[in-house]
């Protein structure tokens, strides 16, 4: 089981960001969760089997089609159980 903390920057807020972000990771079986932050940014947890958490990452690194991400910083992080993925905020 892997977790990581992703902090997103760009044009990754009025785009649908969360809701493709959780499209995402309910298609590769992750759990965790999406939202928005005062700042522009969008933070997401993610966790579960490593090689699909890696994807998920891979994915973030450009995001939906109208998303333009600048930035994206990865933090590893311990596993909290997450029971499903959400969108918050």
Known sequence: ???????IN??????????HTRRKALELGLCG????RPDGSVYAEI???SGQ???MVQWCRSGPPLAR????????GEPVAYPAFEIRR
């Open 1 to 7: 089981m892997k977790h990581v903390k992703l902090h």
């Open 47 to 49: 966790e579960g089997p």
């Open 69 to 76: 991400v600048d930035a994206i910083a990865i933090e590893e």
């Open 33 to 36: 969760f999406v939202e928005n």
């Open 10 to 19: 760009g044009r990754v807020q009025g785009v649908a960001f969360r809701a």
């Open 53 to 55: 958490v890696e994807k």
